[in-house]
């Protein structure tokens, strides 16, 4: 899952990106209002992080934008003025969340959670298709019933196909939501990691589920025929 994450401070920033990295998610930074407003209309995410007191543009204002332009992406905003005034003022702008600083991060990887739950709120936990179960909550991963050890980008990589089971997921897409946006488009990192994963999810086991569409991309999915 792809995460924007706009915080000026370099503590703070370094902190979050880090963590969420180490969690599986594809990051990317903008330590200022304005590079973080223009990340968040031009690109694509399944949530943002947005420190509300910014330079250039504040977290307000960029609320103010995203929503103003349809755009739907969850939401959490951090501040370190714990004001009931500010808390009122984040939701009434399309806010979906709040943290106030210091936050536990684990609080912040559980809201994150939640949200991206919401977002994908026709979705049981755990995703099945045929044998194989992504368990979402614990992060875990079986098919016929036998653990499947991951690499958290593997993991990343086969929740993001799971999540989007029976659609043929582009590489670019793939890239964006699974990996952050300063990879290498030709890179063959892709391949890399489904080969990988076609070894842990697919060997030993009838039917494979993991499809190259040639010229397309990557689907997983549970071929009948």
Request: hydrophobic share 40%; with cysteine; proline share 5%.
């Amino acid at each position: 899952m792809r995460v924007l994450v706009i915080e000026d401070e370099p503590g703070v920033a370094g902190f979050l990106t880090k963590g969420l990295r180490e969690a599986s998610y594809a990051v990317d930074l903008a330590d200022n209002g304005i590079d973080g407003l223009h990340k968040a209309v031009t690109e694509t995410y399944d949530a943002i992080v947005l420190d509300l007191m910014l330079p250039g543009k504040d977290g307000f204002s960029i609320l103010r934008e995203v929503r103003s332009r349809e755009i739907r992406t969850p939401v959490i905003c951090l501040t370190a003025r714990d004001t009931v005034d500010d808390r009122i003022k984040g939701l009434d702008l399309g806010a979906d969340d709040y943290l106030a600083k210091p936050f536990s991060y684990s609080e912040l990887l559980a809201r994150l959670r939640a949200l991206m739950r919401r977002g994908h709120s026709l979705q049981p936990n755990p995703i099945t298709i045929a044998d194989l179960k992504v368990d979402v909550m614990a992060r875990s991963v079986q098919r016929d019933d036998r653990r499947i050890d991951l690499s958290p980008t593997e993991y990343a990589l086969l929740e993001y196909l799971a999540r989007n089971a029976g659609q043929v997921m582009p590489r670019t897409m793939i890239l964006e939501h699974v990996w952050d946006m300063n990879h290498d488009p030709m890179t063959n990192v892709i391949d890399v990691h489904i080969n990988r994963l076609r070894k842990k999810v697919d060997n030993g086991f009838d039917p494979p589920l993991i499809h190259t569409i040639r010229g397309a991309g990557y689907v997983l999915r549970h071929d009948t025929t």
